[in-house]
């Protein structure tokens, strides 16, 4: 059984994006303010990395935040313990790798 073509689609947006914030930060546009990242529901069941604080952002989301290999500094990611455990430490982070051709 063939999936539903917009279903694999968004199915395989959602993964890219769980795959460029794992074990990165979040930053939304070109703020000072780094997050901690935790999933969202998002449609059909996906879920796409959003502040752990739950900060919103206007917009269609698309290019609007960056994974970050940065320490959490947001106030409101600090003070929440699910928040400050989804952090990831500044000093545990690997370089990211360049996207040579393949």
Avoid: K, Y
């Amino acid at each position: 059984m063939n999936q539903d073509p917009l279903l694999a689609g968004l199915t395989s947006v959602a993964r890219q994006e769980s795959t460029r914030f794992a074990d990165r930060n979040l930053r939304v546009r070109r703020s000072a303010v780094v997050h901690a990242v935790r999933m969202t529901p998002w449609v059909a069941g996906l879920a796409l990395p959003s502040p752990a604080c739950g900060q919103g952002w206007s917009g269609a989301g698309a290019g609007e935040l960056h994974a970050v290999a940065e320490p959490v500094n947001c106030a409101h990611c600090l003070s929440s313990a699910s928040a400050r455990a989804a952090a990831v430490d500044a000093d545990g982070i690997a370089q990211l790798p360049l996207p040579f051709p393949g």
